[in-house]
């Protein structure tokens, strides 16, 4: 099995993300301020997403539409954007669902919203993006009896 | 009031710790050899690994650190929980099935095992091992530290006592059992939990008046005010995407959740184990946001006099506008949440002291079984002295602890097991730069010991663990681009792969 280039192309977007992200992050922090705030706030929402698309590099060509991981990702990026945005507005005066608008966000949309939507694409995605039985078996066939080796491999 | 003055609540903590210590006996003659103690014969299905992973994260942290966390910080504190919308999912993308089927090719106990196996490196695997065992002992202190919180509520006589008993029947119990004792009072708390959850969010409901009126009282009252239920209201934006980060990135570096997958069957019942592991989560933390908010509502109508410690806030909630059998049966539910997870620390501290650092000094001890259950009174003793030493809120311990595992572990792990480019010596160095920068920083910003030495210079509100994390990731991916590219076993590239 190798990789599509799409799913190259997004596994290197992923790993640039993450490796100026972090320094970027470890920067916005120590500075602070509007400026910084914001670009952490738009950072710790990216770095997870990053992650996702890393983790699943290898095999996102076997999905026939990536629209819905594009929106995923998407959302997952900029969901503590958004509560930080409607925090620092008017908005934040806005009440909903018994809570300030910013809040709301939070608990309804990043937390629960974002759990089912997760939850629901990894299972509808497994076969492809999961472990397949054809997977299995070639890792049966690559294994040596486990008792011969252990962590470090010598 | 105590749980003294209740018998109901005595009543039904008794019945409770009966089945505790009757799981703990069948369990200790299912236990036969290290496989069994360490990943509990990796024989378990979708429900008790799923359920497992839940109770191993959730436990007096969440149960009693979350709600008085609340309490002090207002809604700012729910940024620990909202990355529970994605870990789940994450956790299963990109390392629970790598880690089940590494488990399927060699013989894999412990998280550094796996970094062992990934980078080939005794090195990499013994700098983890050191890196768990001094966030076993973080851990495992906030867990003893609410044993004392609960056992003083219920009971009375300090938290020291109630520290002290709780050291012994946690020892009592991991020792007999390992980790089938440990996986299965996981299933019996996880679902006693998630029963209980919605029965306490329903009665913090009533008694705050509902919601709407919960959050009315809080925001027009003198004490909390409206900037309580903002999401950065009471501390700086800098504390809460710390918390989300940490908490939303950090989980793929906890070994106590990444353990459990070890011991999953059918690697392809992975399929649901986001919705089972997320979905459960979501339930328990009806008990933090409900009482976290109700309890404030409560002080705040003057129905309740104000905490002298929030972290009483779960105790005082549930004896006092809760049925006695609902609070008997949360609380023991809550002291079964504190000894799951007491119980998995241990079991992977004393994996870490007796298997991995031996094995990174090539010098395996010879009955690791025996060897593993006296580490475990020895690490249940250390980090009940830690926690006595670190003097601060449950949450706030459990917040060090889960940041010194993610700051070590999760760029050598998430990124490592995803990217083949990642050398030894990049995640050794990562490692030791999480461990390291979290503990000096931790030590500066607390130690009363030494006057003279400075305090962290740390701009207000962030989190040393969060730096720690991130400086993490960075040396990871500096370190990889400054070295050549080590060769990967057949096996391990086998399992990058899928």
């Known amino acids: ?72 990702l998407l959302a997952l990026s900029g969901g503590v954007l958004a509560v930080y945005g409607t925090a620092s507005t008017d908005l934040a005066q806005v009440w909903l669902a018994g809570f300030p608008l910013p809040t709301a966000l939070l608990i309804y949309g990043v937390g629960l919203g974002m759990l089912i939507a997760t939850g629901a694409f990894y299972a509808a995605v497994f076969d492809r993006l999961g472990i397949d039985r054809e997977e299995l078996e070639r890792l049966e066939r690559i294994a040596s009896p486990p008792a011969d080796r252990d962590g470090a491999g010598g | 009031m105590t749980g003294l003055d209740r018998p109901g609540v005595i009543l039904a903590a008794l019945v409770y710790l009966a089945v505790v210590a009757g799981i703990g006996v069948w369990s200790a003659r299912r236990t036969r050899s290290a496989r069994d103690f360490f990943i509990a014969g990796q024989n378990l299905g979708l429900w008790v690994t799923g359920l497992a992973a839940m109770s191993a994260a959730f436990s007096g942290f969440v149960f009693l650190g979350g709600p008085g966390l609340t309490y002090r910080l207002g809604v700012s504190s729910l940024f620990i929980n909202a990355p529970l919308g994605f870990t789940a999912a994450l956790l299963c993308v990109v390392l629970a099935k790598r880690l089940r089927l590494l488990a399927q090719v060699r013989e894999i106990y412990t998280v550094p095992d796996a970094v062992a196996a990934r980078y080939g490196s005794r090195t990499a695997g013994g700098l983890a091992a050191g890196a768990v065992v001094v966030g076993v002992v973080g851990y495992l202190g906030a867990q003893l530290q609410a044993l004392g919180v609960l056992f003083d509520a219920v009971f009375g006589g300090g938290v020291v006592l109630g520290m002290a008993l709780g050291v012994l029947i946690v020892v009592f119990y991991s020792v007999a059992g390992g980790m089938i004792a440990g996986v299965y009072t996981d299933l019996f708390q996880g679902l006693l939990m998630m029963g209980a959850a919605v029965a306490v969010f329903a009665y913090a409901l009533e008694a705050g008046g509902g919601l709407g009126e919960i959050t009315r009282t809080v925001a027009s009252s003198a004490d909390f ?239 040393p663990t969060a730096l720690s994390l991130a400086a993490s990731f960075t040396v990871l991916f500096v370190v990889t681009l400054l070295t050549s590219e080590d060769r990967l076993e057949d096996d391990v590239a086998a399992v990058m792969d899928v």
Request: glycine share 10%; net charge positive; with cysteine.
């Open chain 1, 1 to 72: 099995m190798s990789p599509g280039p799409q799913s190259k192309s997004l596994s290197v977007l992923a790993l640039a993300v993450l490796a100026i992200g972090s320094p970027l992050l470890l920067v916005a922090f120590w500075v602070g301020g509007p400026v910084g705030t914001a670009v952490a706030a738009l950072l710790v929402g990216l770095l997870p997403a990053a992650l996702f698309a890393l983790g699943a590099g290898s095999k996102l060509h076997r999905l026939r539409r990536r629209l819905v991981l594009w929106l995923l």
């Open chain 2, 225 to 463: 005010g409206p900037g309580f239920l903002q999401p950065a209201g009471t501390v700086p934006w800098a504390t809460v995407l710390g918390f989300y980060f940490v908490f939303g990135v950090g989980v793929l570096g906890q070994p106590h959740m990444l353990h459990k997958f070890y011991m999953l069957k059918d690697p392809r019942r992975l399929k649901w184990m986001p919705l089972v592991l997320g979905g459960s989560q979501a339930v328990c933390l009806l008990i933090w946001l409900g009482v976290g908010l109700a309890v404030p509502a409560l002080v705040a109508a003057g129905r309740l006099a104000p905490l002298a410690r929030p972290d009483d806030a779960a105790p005082t909630f549930l004896l006092q506008f809760t049925p006695e059998l609902l609070a008997g049966v949360v609380l023991a539910g809550v002291m079964a949440a504190i000894m799951s997870t007491a119980d998995s620390f241990l079991s992977i501290g004393a994996a870490a002291l007796v298997r991995d650092l031996p094995r990174a000094f090539g010098r395996p001890v010879a009955d690791e079984l025996r060897a593993g259950r006296w580490m475990t009174g020895l690490l249940a003793v250390g980090a009940a002295v830690f926690a006595w030493a670190y003097d601060d809120l449950i949450a706030l311990l459990g917040t060090f602890a889960f940041g010194t595992f993610a700051a070590a572990l999760t760029p050598a792990l998430a990124v490592g097991w995803s990217w083949r480019r990642v050398t030894a010596k990049a995640a050794s160095a990562s490692i030791v730069t999480g461990a390291g920068l979290n503990l000096l920083l931790e030590f500066l910003a607390r130690q009363p010991f030494f006057p003279w030495l400075p305090k962290p210079p740390l701009p207000p509100g962030v989190l």
